[in-house]
């Protein structure tokens, strides 16, 4: 049996991309390998630190948010019929996806993609990208549908229609 690697953040990209790793892992008889990725605040980025109780408890929220992510898309894939294990990392997102890939001897990795536009992946990075670069599997990036940027086609107006 093979094995699908998904990478969930609970955001509505990851579970369109849960729901396209369970439809594979259907026909293709594999199991699905979740894994959510939390990263503790790390760095100066020019704020003064809160008192370590308030850290405490964003961190211990994080790590519950992670936590109930990995449950919602076990059980989502459970429902399905489908066999599955979970996995929480802390690190950098990329490199823990790749290398859980690498652990589970998965065929495949799917991830959500955010939508983000060139410029703006350029400028904060993304996940979706950074993960095709350094797997040595396929990687399929999936989008969420409800949330596709509208495309324009020349000639026509970018805004809303015009009152009739």
Known sequence: ??????????SAAAGAALDTA???????GDRICAITVWRALQGDFGLAYPPAAVLDDILTAE??????????AAERAHSAGVEVETK?????????????????GARMIAIGSHGHGALVSLLVGSVSS??????????????DRDHEPELHHAGQPHGPA???
Not at 130 to 143: D, F, G, K, M, Q
């Open 22 to 28: 369970i439809e594979l892992a259907l026909e293709g």
């Open 88 to 104: 929480l990392a802390a690190g950098d997102p990329p490199e823990q996806i790749c290398r859980y890939a690498d652990e589970v």
């Open 130 to 143: 950074a993960v095709i670069s350094r797997s040595t599997i396929p990687v399929l990036v999936v989008r």
């Open 63 to 72: 790590r519950e948010h992670a936590e109930q992510t990995l449950r919602d």
């Open 162 to 164: 015009p009152a009739r």
């Open 1 to 10: 049996m093979g094995a699908i690697v998904v990478a969930t953040d609970g």
